[in-house]
């Protein structure tokens, strides 16, 4: 496939502001996961997961959404596809990179990425969650880690995307019982083995806070757990505590797998492992002391959550002041563990929200994550469209990663940049009428063919130039810049 010259790229290159010097092992890619691409959801031995069960059960459906009652709202509404994307919006055959991944490398390579964020389907490796390893999805991950390697591409492999396997949430309840310490770190310990000798970055959870809130407060994304009044048509859960037990035992399982890499691993593969977080930028709606001390707030509650533990070994002392006795403690051995377990953070940022107080949530009554913090949050998706010409996208591309090397140039240790998604996938919120990709996926095409956007022509006009450079240094171009961002964060304690 063909990428437009420098020459047809002037509209989004107009306003050239400055010359940028990266570090030389800064990297940029792109990611998608496993199953809002992969499909062949039903062969070669795969199981379901909990998304493939919130799918099929028709909780992607003609809904407004209220994210996490966020006072966000979302028109999700899902329509039946032809070719393989008929009836329920669901992953069975998704983009189809099981059987299309060549193809999809190859256009990795012809617009310059150097590095691709993809994750392995738990379920298909180990289709019981446990035990014997599936030669056919062993067989899959390694040609897909291969075929990026020949092609000078790394890969940086994420263990859980929201797709639990079934098998171990029905047989213990999956993220809610501490028997899944045990299970992701012999999961990790298998990942680790199979593919350490050719992937040196690993992320072990995606998003836990959003995966918590959204599976266990809300009840709108798998396992689809929730209590009144805070959910979504909810029939089994509890809002007010799952969600901060659901991250605990993600702590204590992310901590495993990271010191059994350490201690095994590390010395003879030297990669790297990390978590990532979804975050928003915050900021006061008002100069108000009350505003002000909501927003610290937020990043205590969405960021602190996760992250806190890791770098000080406990909960941030806002959290457990207004979540008390439902906040789980670590034993003084647990925050031992816990504590300096990660080698880097993912930073997975969309969007900015203003921050007003809602002190009057803290009442003594039913709580549930959005009233413990007792802010409200005000704010936009974009639809699927045949369209390829994302200008919207290119300005949201090049002012983050402008954005990103300012960072650097004001201390932060940031390791790479990943642009969310490659293709358009089938997304989390929304299904297949939400678009992030570079690519345009026609979903009606029984061969589901990937177009480049704009987007894509200004991301390979922008890789290969700094590729291309003499300097020894990755010398980029930036305008006045632009969807969502994976970036790597390096962590020193």
């Known amino acids: 496939m063909k990428f437009l010259s420098n020459s047809h790229m002037l509209l989004p290159l ?30 070669d031995g795969r199981t379901p997961s909990i998304w493939d069960v919130f799918a099929h059960a028709g909780l992607i459906s003609s809904l407004y959404v209220s994210l996490n009652s966020w006072r966000i709202w ?14 329920v919006a669901a992953g069975n055959v ?9 193809e999809d490398v190859k256009l990795m390579a012809d617009m310059g990425l150097e590095a691709y964020r993809f994750s392995i389907s738990w379920s298909r490796l180990l289709p019981s969650g446990r035990g014997p390893i599936n030669v056919k ?20 492999v994420t263990l859980h995307h929201f797709d639990l396997p079934q098998a171990l949430e029905d047989e213990y309840g999956g993220w809610l019982s501490q028997e899944i310490v045990r299970g992701f770190t012999a999961y990790a310990d298998t990942c680790f083995k199979e593919f350490g000798d050719r992937v040196s970055h690993w992320t072990t959870i995606n998003e836990v806070n959003v995966f918590a809130l959204g599976g266990y407060d809300q009840g709108i994304t798998p396992p689809a757990r929730c209590s009144p009044p805070f959910g979504l048509n909810c029939t089994n859960g509890n809002s007010s505590i799952e969600p901060y037990i659901a991250v605990h035992n993600m702590l204590l399982a992310h901590a495993s797998a990271t010191n059994l890499y350490k201690q095994q691993y590390k010395f003879k593969q030297h990669g790297s492992v990390g978590i990532s977080v979804y975050t928003y930028g915050v900021v006061p709606l008002t100069n108000s002391v009350e505003d002000k001390q909501a927003t610290a707030r937020v990043n205590d509650f969405y960021i602190g959550w996760i992250l806190h533990p890791l770098v000080f070994g406990d909960y941030p002392e806002t959290m457990k002041t207004n979540v008390g006795s439902r906040l789980p403690a670590f034993t003084e051995e647990e925050s031992e ?9 993912g930073v997975i940022n969309y969007m900015t929200l203003y921050i007003k107080d809602d002190s009057s949530s803290l009442k003594p009554n039913v709580q549930d994550f959005t009233t413990d913090m007792a802010v409200e949050m005000t704010c936009q998706m974009t639809p699927h469209r ?19 090397l300012h960072s650097i140039r004001n201390g932060s240790n940031v390791k790479g940049y990943f642009q969310w998604s490659f293709m358009d996938v089938f997304e989390l919120f929304g299904g297949y009428e939400k678009s992030f990709g570079l690519f345009y996926v026609d979903f009606k095409d029984p061969y589901l063919k990937r177009s480049p956007k704009l987007s894509a022509h200004w991301y390979s006009s922008f890789l290969i130039g700094t590729l291309h450079h003499p300097s020894d240094h990755h010398m980029l171009h930036l305008d006045h810049l632009t969807t969502s961002m994976f970036i790597m964060l390096s962590c020193r304690l």
């Open 14 to 43: 107009l306003a050239l502001a400055l010359t940028a010097v990266f570090p030389l092992d800064f990297v940029f890619g792109s990611g998608t996961s496993a199953y809002q691409v992969e499909g062949a959801a039903e062969e």
């Open 386 to 404: 045949s369209s390829l010409e994302d200008t919207t996208r290119v300005k949201y591309l090049s002012s983050y990663i402008e954005a990103v």
């Open 94 to 102: 998704a983009c189809d990179q099981y059987h299309k991944y060549k």
């Open 74 to 87: 979302q028109d999700v509404y899902i329509y039946s596809f032809t070719a393989g994307h008929s009836g």
């Open 337 to 345: 563990q816990v504590k300096g377990a990660f080698d880097f953070f």
């Open 137 to 156: 999805g062993l067989q899959y991950y390694n040609s897909l880690i291969d075929e990026l390697i020949t092609h000078g591409i790394q890969p940086h």
